[in-house]
């Protein structure tokens, strides 16, 4: 009996020390990690959970950035690499299996970093008056779902659960991904990911991309609580009931669309529809025959990738048939939504003139005739008169891309396939991009517009 006592009390010695030196590994990559990421942020936690199962990770993390001061809050860090002696001893070798999960990560809205975007949207309004977001129409006043509008629906944080999980088979050489990731009162999205690749070449960034095929993709959304609460708002704000203002917005989405050219098929539209339902989901899976490369995505056009894609769509559980969709005429259209009308509508209003121009511009007023003076030019010979030149009428003309470096420094509107239109003063222009100086309300902000976004430019001239 004592040997065996004594054997027990060395086993339990012995597993002690096993789950101490296991404890203190995980310790010491948890400083280490937050060694690593001191320049750039500050990182804090309570305590360190190191399972004999081989999950790992800590509790009440709280990341702070430098730069922004927008701590982001964490309740549980939990990583499983499938192995307690992973952590222990390490390795270079990727594991087979690897978990992350994140409970309860918070971020208020009223954070530096969401202040942050939100100022740069005002921005866009401020440049754009009269856009309005295709998804924000009959929202009574409300131009875009911005930061403001969330807080205004009564969203005061984003609280989510987040997980990822990787697989790797180096004999199959298969990978696969899956994240997850549930916003309370928002929505639920789910992403899952497999490529053909070897897991040993993870190491190499730029070796597994340029070899990797996907295999599959499958995106899933499904609304929890985010529908009801926009209908009941906008509803609000355009005083109207919920169902009311869905009606609306359709009605306005489909002149909106019309008045921009574009021809959504009747089964997208009433998928849209389908899809602003409470409670909705949706699921898009693309399954490419053969995989899909970076060489595909790089030599092919956009539609010729989306036409290999396999594209399945169902809204609420239902499938909608793809096949028939003019995808050519529909990606254009898309596009150029909204630009046409801006473009060939746009208001021909002068940019202020200087004192010098208004004045050279201005005629004098005409002296009123009377009997008398009428009698006096009877009697006075007729002196040739000289024609009156008249003043040139300036006006935003559409002026060819090549030709924008002979008219630095004058008035210019640069029309964007994706809607972001800037007015203001050219800057700079070269055979790639141009600079414009824009004036708003807060001061002045400069635009670099790349060539190929541009639609149209028009100068003041």
């Known amino acids: 009996m004592r040997k065996l006592g004594t054997g027990l009390v060395v086993l339990l010695l012995v597993v002690a020390a096993a789950y101490g030196f296991y404890w203190y590994q995980v310790k010491s990559k948890a400083d280490e990690w937050v060694q690593q990421l001191a320049p750039f942020a500050e ?28 701590p982001v809050s964490i309740d549980e860090v939990r990583v499983r690499a499938g192995s307690p002696l992973v952590f222990m001893f390490g390795g270079d070798k990727p594991p087979e299996q690897l978990g992350i999960s994140l409970k309860q990560v918070r971020q208020g809205l009223d954070s530096e970093l969401f202040r942050t975007v939100q100022q740069q949207s005002d921005l866009m309004l401020e440049s754009n008056p009269l856009y309005v977001s295709p998804n924000a129409l009959g929202c009574g006043k409300v131009r875009q779902f911005d930061i403001n509008t969330l807080r205004r629906m009564g969203f005061s944080e984003l609280l989510m659960d987040i997980n990822l999980n990787y697989r790797g088979d180096s004999r199959a050489r298969k990978v696969g991904l899956d994240i997850w990731v549930d916003i309370q009162d928002m929505a639920d999205t789910r992403v899952e990911l497999a490529f053909s690749a070897d897991p040993a070449q993870l190491q190499n960034p730029m070796m597994a991309s340029g070899s990797a095929r996907l295999e599959t993709m499958a995106f899933s959304y499904t609304d929890k609580g985010y529908n ?59 399954r490419p025959v053969g995989g899909l490369g970076a060489a595909e995505l790089m030599l092919l056009d956009p539609v010729a990738v989306l036409e290999s894609l396999n594209l399945q769509l169902s809204v609420n559980d239902k499938a909608l048939a793809l096949e028939d969709i003019d995808w050519t005429g529909l990606m254009a259209g898309l596009a150029a939504a909204g630009n046409p009308a801006r473009v060939s509508g746009a208001r021909e209003t ?101 060539y190929q976004r541009i639609q149209q430019a028009e100068v003041w001239r």
């Open 43 to 70: 990182v804090r936690y309570s305590g360190v959970y190191a399972h004999p199962d081989g999950t790992v990770g800590v509790n009440a993390l709280t990341i702070t950035p430098r730069q922004m001061h927008a």
């Open 228 to 286: 009801q609460r926009r209908d009941r708002f906008c509803a609000a704000e355009a005083e109207l009931k919920p169902n009311e203002y869905q009606q609306q917005h359709q009605q306005l989405l489909q002149q909106w669309l019309s008045s921009s050219g574009v021809e959504l098929p009747q089964s997208l539209l009433s998928a849209y529809s389908e899809l602003q339902k409470p409670g909705a989901g949706m699921t898009l899976s693309m």
């Open 350 to 450: 002068a940019p202020a003139p200087a004192p010098s121009e208004s004045v050279a511009m201005t005629e004098p007023a005409e002296p009123t005739s009377t009997p008398a003076a009428a009698e006096v030019q009877a009697a006075t010979p007729a002196v040739p008169q000289r024609s009156s030149r008249q003043p040139v009428v300036k006006r935003f003309q559409p002026t060819p891309l090549a030709e924008l470096s002979e008219h630095v420094g004058a008035q210019v509107r640069i029309f964007t396939y994706f809607g972001n239109d800037v007015e203001g003063q050219l800057l700079q222009a070269d055979g790639h991009s141009v600079r414009v100086l824009q004036r708003l309300s807060q001061g002045v902000a400069e635009y670099p517009l790349e």
